[in-house]
């Protein structure tokens, strides 16, 4: 059977790694959209208004875990140079780890009241555990890439779905607590067997890593925390800014609304347009040396745009009925929401795996001016629609 998948796989070396990578998060979204018409029966728009905001919050801090260093393993000249990267991202994800315990401890309460979400003061310290697991994940995530190791990549999404289901289904007892921590289980899961593929086949590697290695890591690609932070802050800040800005300016609820209709229509994103991103950054490297980088940025967008756009079409006519349909009459406020989320959906998709180009390219200070305009027209949008 093995053999036989294989066999269906696209031989284009750059295909067949999209469509393992493509498998795995596939089979993780089938789970997730299986499970979801259930837990909008077990669970109240309020309760994924907490989880709306928490993940939020835990997707903007974890772009900055590791200070966008683990983006430098890939392109590391020899492995290793990309062991004393991924030991410099460590230490960088174990100090903000560190940070963000001590903010969590002093200003939980200032934190839910400004953001309208006085149930979440409860479960805030699982905050900075989320960061931990999310940014140790990312690091090994992008050895990973740099081995080339897609069907590895592609389990964990797996078992991160299962997990995060299970726990979501099992503990729906104890209310928005278990879709938290359901969160936190899912991205533990994988972090271990991608640690334990690094290390065995690379341990060679890893074994040389110096306190004067890390030293000079961090000098020879400081481009990466110095701008493509402020970059990946800004582009996650606009992505994460409506369901904060919901809960603020409306209610819980209304965030917990935006997250299903999103989490829906971005299945496309993480199914595709994610896996499509991480083999793009693996193949755009080569395709640079090699000045084939135009050509292929050309023929991504192209494949992406005919893609994406006949489902959204769908949505954008019928979103209302279908949510209604399939997640519950309670549900039907998601579904208009979804008309105009499906708009942004389709840019979202088209260029997102292409934003990697700035990490290829060195170009982080122009990355970083691009988010921030993308930033400033999303929150500006968002404010002039809330008046």
Avoid at 83 to 90: C, G, P
Avoid at 128 to 149: C, D, E, H, M, N
Avoid at 154 to 164: D, G, I, V, W
Avoid at 290 to 307: C, M, N, P, R, S
């Amino acid at each position: 059977m093995k053999q036989a998948i294989k066999n269906l796989l696209p031989t284009n070396r750059f295909a067949r790694n999209v469509s393992i990578l493509a498998g795995g998060t596939a089979a993780a979204q089938v789970i997730t959209v299986l499970a979801t018409p259930l837990l909008t029966r077990l669970y109240n728009p309020e309760d994924f208004g907490v989880l709306s905001v928490y993940a939020s919050l835990l997707t903007i801090i974890a772009v900055i875990a590791s200070l966008r260093y683990q983006l430098a393993i890939p392109i590391a000249e020899n492995d290793e140079d990309a062991a004393n990267v991924v030991a410099l991202s460590l230490l960088v994800v174990i100090g903000m780890t560190i940070l963000t315990t001590v903010f969590v401890g002093f200003f939980r309460h200032p934190i839910v009241d400004i953001l309208n979400c006085p149930s979440l003061a409860t479960y805030l310290w699982l905050l900075p555990v989320g960061l931990l697991l999310v940014g140790t994940y990312q690091v090994f995530q992008y050895w990973a890439i740099r081995s080339k190791a897609f069907s590895a990549i592609a389990r964990t999404k797996l078992a991160q779905a299962l997990s995060m289901v299970g726990v979501q289904l099992g503990g729906h007892t104890f209310g928005p607590l278990a879709l938290l921590v359901a969160q936190v289980f899912g991205q533990m899961a994988g972090i271990t067997s991608l640690c334990v593929l690094a290390v065995r086949k690379r341990w060679d590697a890893f074994k040389k890593v110096r306190t004067a290695g890390i030293v000079i890591a961090m000098v020879r690609y400081k481009r990466f925390p110095l701008y493509s932070t402020w970059g990946a802050i800004f582009n996650t800040a606009g992505s994460q800014l409506p369901p904060l800005l919901f809960a603020v300016l409306f209610n819980v609820s209304s965030a917990g609304f935006y997250l299903l209709a999103h989490r829906v229509l971005a299945i496309p994103v993480r199914f595709i347009g994610g896996s499509v991103a991480e083999v793009f950054f693996s193949s755009a490297v080569d395709a640079h040396r090699q000045g084939q980088l135009k050509q292929l940025v050309a023929d991504i967008h192209e494949k992406l745009a005919h893609f994406i756009m006949p489902p959204l079409v769908i949505i954008v006519l019928a979103g209302p009925d279908l949510f209604s349909l399939i997640f519950g009459a309670e549900w039907r406020l998601a579904g208009e929401f979804s008309r105009w989320i499906a708009i942004y959906i389709y840019f979202q998709f088209v260029t997102s795996p292409l934003s990697q180009l700035f990490s290829v390219l060195e170009k982080q200070l122009q990355g970083t001016l691009f988010q921030a305009l993308l930033l400033i027209a999303q929150a500006g949008g968002l404010f002039v629609g809330a008046l």
